[in-house]
Protein backbone atom coordinates (compact mmCIF):
# COMPACT_ATOMS: atom_id res chain seq x y z
CA UNK A 1 0.00 0.00 0.00
CA UNK A 2 1.05 3.58 -0.69
CA UNK A 3 2.80 5.59 2.31
CA UNK A 4 1.69 9.17 3.01
CA UNK A 5 3.94 11.07 4.99
CA UNK A 6 3.32 14.40 6.35
CA UNK A 7 5.13 17.21 7.76
CA UNK A 8 5.31 18.90 10.23
CA UNK A 9 3.66 16.84 13.04
CA UNK A 10 2.49 19.89 14.54
CA UNK A 11 2.78 23.46 14.22
CA UNK A 12 1.71 27.25 15.74
CA UNK A 13 1.11 30.45 14.12
CA UNK A 14 -0.24 34.06 14.99
CA UNK A 15 -4.03 34.64 13.64
CA UNK A 16 -3.07 36.37 10.32
CA UNK A 17 -0.02 34.22 9.85
CA UNK A 18 0.69 32.02 7.04
CA UNK A 19 0.35 28.18 7.59
CA UNK A 20 2.08 24.92 5.62
CA UNK A 21 1.67 21.65 5.54
CA UNK A 22 3.66 19.31 3.24
CA UNK A 23 2.53 15.67 2.29
CA UNK A 24 4.66 13.22 0.74
CA UNK A 25 3.35 9.90 -1.22
CA UNK A 26 5.50 7.22 -1.64
CA UNK A 27 5.01 6.52 -5.40
CA UNK A 28 3.10 9.26 -7.70
CA UNK A 29 -0.37 9.61 -7.16
CA UNK A 30 -1.07 12.27 -10.32
CA UNK A 31 -3.39 14.70 -8.02
CA UNK A 32 -5.61 12.04 -6.44
CA UNK A 33 -5.05 13.87 -3.07
CA UNK A 34 -7.54 15.11 -0.79
CA UNK A 35 -7.14 17.19 2.50
CA UNK A 36 -9.29 16.92 5.02
CA UNK A 37 -9.65 19.34 8.42
CA UNK A 38 -10.79 17.66 11.64
CA UNK A 39 -11.72 20.11 14.45
CA UNK A 40 -11.26 18.84 18.03
CA UNK A 41 -13.66 16.92 19.15
CA UNK A 42 -15.42 16.75 15.62
CA UNK A 43 -15.81 14.29 12.64
CA UNK A 44 -13.37 15.25 9.90
CA UNK A 45 -14.18 17.36 7.09
CA UNK A 46 -13.52 17.37 3.07
CA UNK A 47 -11.55 20.36 2.41
CA UNK A 48 -9.91 20.12 -1.15
CA UNK A 49 -9.55 17.02 -3.38
CA UNK A 50 -8.11 16.82 -7.06
CA UNK A 51 -4.86 18.20 -4.86
CA UNK A 52 -6.17 21.85 -5.60
CA UNK A 53 -9.92 21.97 -5.94
CA UNK A 54 -11.95 23.20 -2.73
CA UNK A 55 -14.86 22.45 -1.36
CA UNK A 56 -17.77 25.14 -1.85
CA UNK A 57 -17.78 25.83 1.92
CA UNK A 58 -14.02 26.32 2.00
CA UNK A 59 -12.71 29.75 2.72
CA UNK A 60 -10.64 30.93 -0.22
CA UNK A 61 -7.50 31.75 2.42
CA UNK A 62 -6.93 27.46 1.96
CA UNK A 63 -5.50 26.46 -0.72
CA UNK A 64 -3.79 23.42 -2.00
CA UNK A 65 -1.04 22.72 -5.22
CA UNK A 66 0.92 19.98 -6.13
CA UNK A 67 1.41 16.87 -8.49
CA UNK A 68 2.74 13.41 -8.57
CA UNK A 69 4.62 12.67 -4.92
CA UNK A 70 4.54 16.19 -3.42
CA UNK A 71 1.89 18.10 -2.16
CA UNK A 72 1.13 21.75 0.02
CA UNK A 73 -2.03 22.90 1.71
CA UNK A 74 -1.49 26.48 2.92
CA UNK A 75 -3.65 28.64 5.10
CA UNK A 76 -3.17 32.24 4.42
CA UNK A 77 -4.24 34.40 6.84
CA UNK A 78 -4.59 32.08 10.11
CA UNK A 79 -8.31 32.27 11.96
CA UNK A 80 -8.92 31.08 15.09
CA UNK A 81 -11.44 28.86 13.48
CA UNK A 82 -8.54 27.32 12.14
CA UNK A 83 -7.87 25.26 15.12
CA UNK A 84 -7.93 21.62 13.90
CA UNK A 85 -5.58 18.58 12.99
CA UNK A 86 -5.16 18.48 8.66
CA UNK A 87 -4.65 15.00 6.86
CA UNK A 88 -4.16 14.64 3.36
CA UNK A 89 -5.30 11.43 2.12
CA UNK A 90 -3.93 9.85 -1.35
CA UNK A 91 -6.91 8.15 -2.97
CA UNK A 92 -6.44 6.64 -6.70
CA UNK A 93 -5.85 2.81 -6.10
CA UNK A 94 -5.57 2.18 -2.36
CA UNK A 95 -6.55 5.15 -0.25
CA UNK A 96 -4.27 5.89 2.63
CA UNK A 97 -3.74 8.54 5.10
CA UNK A 98 -0.82 10.82 6.17
CA UNK A 99 -0.44 11.01 9.68
CA UNK A 100 -1.73 14.79 9.98
CA UNK A 101 -0.71 18.02 11.30
CA UNK A 102 -1.79 19.77 14.48
CA UNK A 103 -2.50 23.17 13.64
CA UNK A 104 -2.14 25.56 16.79
CA UNK A 105 -2.61 29.34 17.73
CA UNK A 106 0.47 30.67 19.16
CA UNK B 1 -29.82 16.51 3.15
CA UNK B 2 -26.85 14.18 3.00
CA UNK B 3 -26.60 12.17 6.18
CA UNK B 4 -25.11 9.20 7.56
CA UNK B 5 -26.58 7.77 10.76
CA UNK B 6 -24.18 4.73 12.08
CA UNK B 7 -25.18 2.68 15.03
CA UNK B 8 -24.39 3.04 19.03
CA UNK B 9 -21.19 1.90 21.03
CA UNK B 10 -19.62 -1.19 21.39
CA UNK B 11 -17.97 -3.46 23.61
CA UNK B 12 -16.31 -6.99 22.56
CA UNK B 13 -13.75 -9.26 24.12
CA UNK B 14 -10.33 -9.79 21.89
CA UNK B 15 -11.01 -12.26 19.22
CA UNK B 16 -14.72 -11.58 18.92
CA UNK B 17 -16.32 -9.97 16.11
CA UNK B 18 -18.09 -6.44 15.81
CA UNK B 19 -20.79 -5.20 13.36
CA UNK B 20 -21.54 -1.60 12.75
CA UNK B 21 -24.05 0.04 10.41
CA UNK B 22 -23.93 3.15 8.85
CA UNK B 23 -27.46 4.46 7.27
CA UNK B 24 -27.57 6.98 4.50
CA UNK B 25 -30.12 8.91 3.61
CA UNK B 26 -30.71 12.42 1.28
CA UNK B 27 -29.01 10.88 -1.53
CA UNK B 28 -29.14 8.06 -4.40
CA UNK B 29 -27.57 5.28 -2.04
CA UNK B 30 -26.17 3.62 -5.39
CA UNK B 31 -24.62 6.37 -7.08
CA UNK B 32 -21.85 7.08 -4.23
CA UNK B 33 -19.21 4.26 -2.60
CA UNK B 34 -19.17 3.91 0.97
CA UNK B 35 -15.71 4.48 2.09
CA UNK B 36 -15.01 3.13 6.16
CA UNK B 37 -12.00 4.76 8.10
CA UNK B 38 -11.14 4.61 12.30
CA UNK B 39 -9.12 6.36 14.31
CA UNK B 40 -8.19 5.28 17.91
CA UNK B 41 -8.25 7.88 20.33
CA UNK B 42 -5.80 10.69 19.69
CA UNK B 43 -4.24 9.01 17.22
CA UNK B 44 -4.64 9.74 13.04
CA UNK B 45 -7.20 8.63 10.34
CA UNK B 46 -6.67 4.94 8.82
CA UNK B 47 -8.22 4.06 5.71
CA UNK B 48 -9.91 0.86 5.91
CA UNK B 49 -11.85 -0.28 2.58
CA UNK B 50 -14.33 0.90 0.45
CA UNK B 51 -17.76 -0.83 -0.90
CA UNK B 52 -20.36 0.31 -4.03
CA UNK B 53 -23.48 -0.27 -3.29
CA UNK B 54 -24.95 -0.75 -6.48
CA UNK B 55 -22.00 -3.31 -7.94
CA UNK B 56 -20.95 -4.84 -4.24
CA UNK B 57 -16.90 -4.25 -5.10
CA UNK B 58 -15.07 -4.04 -2.56
CA UNK B 59 -11.11 -3.09 -1.83
CA UNK B 60 -9.56 -2.81 1.71
CA UNK B 61 -6.40 -1.86 2.84
CA UNK B 62 -3.68 -4.76 3.09
CA UNK B 63 -4.08 -5.01 7.11
CA UNK B 64 -7.70 -5.82 7.39
CA UNK B 65 -8.12 -7.69 4.22
CA UNK B 66 -8.43 -10.77 5.68
CA UNK B 67 -10.75 -10.21 8.56
CA UNK B 68 -12.86 -7.06 7.23
CA UNK B 69 -16.15 -7.78 5.43
CA UNK B 70 -18.27 -4.77 4.16
CA UNK B 71 -21.51 -5.29 2.83
CA UNK B 72 -24.70 -3.16 1.75
CA UNK B 73 -28.46 -3.35 1.88
CA UNK B 74 -29.76 -1.57 -1.26
CA UNK B 75 -33.84 -1.56 0.25
CA UNK B 76 -32.80 0.14 3.65
CA UNK B 77 -29.88 2.01 2.70
CA UNK B 78 -27.33 0.58 5.24
CA UNK B 79 -23.74 -0.17 5.02
CA UNK B 80 -22.02 -2.50 7.50
CA UNK B 81 -18.68 -3.57 8.58
CA UNK B 82 -17.58 -6.69 9.78
CA UNK B 83 -14.26 -7.24 11.71
CA UNK B 84 -13.32 -10.27 13.10
CA UNK B 85 -10.85 -12.09 15.75
CA UNK B 86 -10.55 -8.34 17.60
CA UNK B 87 -7.63 -7.12 19.44
CA UNK B 88 -7.06 -4.30 21.80
CA UNK B 89 -5.49 -2.67 19.43
CA UNK B 90 -9.03 -2.56 17.62
CA UNK B 91 -10.31 -0.18 20.08
CA UNK B 92 -10.91 3.34 17.93
CA UNK B 93 -13.87 4.95 16.69
CA UNK B 94 -15.40 3.63 13.51
CA UNK B 95 -16.67 6.32 10.84
CA UNK B 96 -18.70 5.76 7.41
CA UNK B 97 -18.25 8.63 4.99
CA UNK B 98 -20.40 8.69 1.30
CA UNK B 99 -17.56 9.27 -1.10
CA UNK B 100 -17.29 11.53 -4.21
CA UNK B 101 -19.00 8.70 -6.72
CA UNK B 102 -18.44 5.14 -7.40
CA UNK B 103 -15.78 5.49 -9.55
CA UNK B 104 -12.63 3.77 -8.62
CA UNK B 105 -10.71 6.86 -7.99
CA UNK B 106 -12.75 8.75 -5.78
CA UNK B 107 -14.11 6.01 -4.21
CA UNK B 108 -11.88 5.78 -1.14
CA UNK B 109 -12.69 9.64 -0.30
CA UNK B 110 -15.19 10.91 2.61
CA UNK B 111 -17.29 13.67 1.73
CA UNK B 112 -19.98 13.54 4.49
CA UNK B 113 -19.28 11.40 7.45
CA UNK B 114 -20.92 9.84 10.13
CA UNK B 115 -21.14 10.13 13.36
CA UNK B 116 -19.16 7.86 14.40
CA UNK B 117 -18.93 4.66 16.27
CA UNK B 118 -17.00 3.55 19.26
CA UNK B 119 -15.90 0.44 19.44
CA UNK B 120 -13.89 -0.66 22.35
CA UNK B 121 -12.04 -4.26 22.76
CA UNK B 122 -11.36 -5.15 26.52
Known amino acids: DIQMTQSPSSLSASVGGRVTITCRAS??????LAWYQQRPGEVPKLLIY???TLRSWVPSRFSGSGSGTDFTLTINSLQPEDIATYYC????????FGGGTKVEIK | QVHLAQSGPEVRRPGASVKVSCRSS????????ITWVRQARGHGLEWMGW????????RFAQKFQDRITLTTDTSTTTSYMDLRSLRSDDTAVYYC????????????????WGQGTLVTVS
Open chain 1, 50 to 52: DAS
Open chain 1, 89 to 96: QAYNTVPA
Open chain 2, 51 to 58: INPHTGRT
Open chain 2, 26 to 33: GYPFNHYA
Open chain 2, 97 to 112: ARSMGTAISVAGTGDY
Open chain 1, 27 to 32: QGISNY
